[in-house]
């Protein structure tokens, strides 16, 4: 695999259950950008039948479970995103984003933020504690720490301390160490601080911060039966309606489904 260095690389986390929301996403980076941006969905059976994802888990009413350390998670793409840095071959940066995410500003701006920097990751340090429960999709929410931070990762591929994000660590080490950032020597001093207004979540970020980035934590128009809690969060939701209805026009995702927040 041979990348040109000049463009600014995004990861999106893949899973089938939310394709759409995978399209409206690259859609809305796509429309906005101002520089030439390379959109690569994380297809968990891609990495798997590349040798580079060996995590087993366990589906228990609907619900998975990983192996390793026994915690409930919610989409193919908990675990891969931490392949960011190998995918890219350890070379340059490249920004990792979860795909229930609406990108309402141009991406380059961020790349702009984290570039020439000596910090390994870039990350929102959200100060978010949800209580264990149920979440988007009837999915079990899991509390842990630093919760949301790995929803958004600017990585600077070809840091060495990005060398403890190896295929046999990503695939052997627990959830927590993980998305806790444990890989890091000084979790909270290697993690550069994005502005919340990139990874703005519904339902927890102050509602007078205008979101560039919207991430719908708690589901989004594409599941079935979901809806907005509060102005602003249903704000996003129109734009983001919009964007699939074009789409649709486009015969890009299903004619058939009906996006009715207006």
């Known amino acids: 695999m041979k990348f040109k260095q000049d463009m600014n690389t995004i ?6 259950r939310e394709h759409v929301a995978y399209e409206v ?3 809305s980076i796509e429309i906005r950008a101002s520089q030439p941006v390379r959109i690569i969905p994380i297809k968990k059976e891609s990495v798997i ?11 228990i009413d609907g619900q998975e479970f990983d192996e390793i350390d026994g915690k409930p998670f919610s989409t193919d793409f908990s675990f891969t995103r931490f392949l960011v840095p190998h995918l890219n071959l350890y070379r340059g940066m490249a920004l990792f984003m979860d795909c229930d995410m609406y990108c309402r ?6 790349f702009e933020l984290c570039k020439d920097s000596y910090y390994p990751v870039w990350a929102v340090h959200h100060k978010y504690e949800p209580k264990k429960g149920i979440k ?3 999915k079990i929410q899991e509390p842990y720490k630093r919760k949301n931070w790995s929803s958004l990762m600017m ?3 070809n840091h060495h301390y990005l060398d403890n994000l190896s295929i046999d660590n990503i695939n052997t080490k627990s959830g927590r160490w993980l998305h806790g950032f444990n890989w890091l020597p000084d979790e909270e001093a290697d993690i550069g601080q994005i502005p919340e207004e990139w990874n703005w979540l519904d339902g927890h970020s102050p509602i007078e911060l205008d979101a560039k980035i919207a991430h ?9 039966d979901w809806a907005p809690r509060g102005e602003l969060e249903g704000k996003y939701a129109v734009k983001w309606c919009n964007d699939a209805r074009w789409l649709q ?6 004619r058939d489904k009906d996006y009715l927040i207006s």
Do not use: Q, V
Not at 105 to 110: K, M, N, V, W, Y
Not at 249 to 254: C, V
């Open 11 to 16: 990861y999106i986390g893949y899973d089938k």
């Open 25 to 27: 996403l690259k859609f």
């Open 49 to 59: 039948k590349n040798g580079m994802f060996r995590r087993e888990s366990n589906k």
């Open 105 to 110: 500003t141009d991406i380059t701006e961020l």
């Open 136 to 138: 988007m999709n009837n």
């Open 155 to 157: 990585f600077n591929c």
């Open 216 to 224: 719908f934590t708690t589901g989004g128009p594409w599941f079935k």
């Open 249 to 254: 026009m486009k015969g890009i995702i299903d």
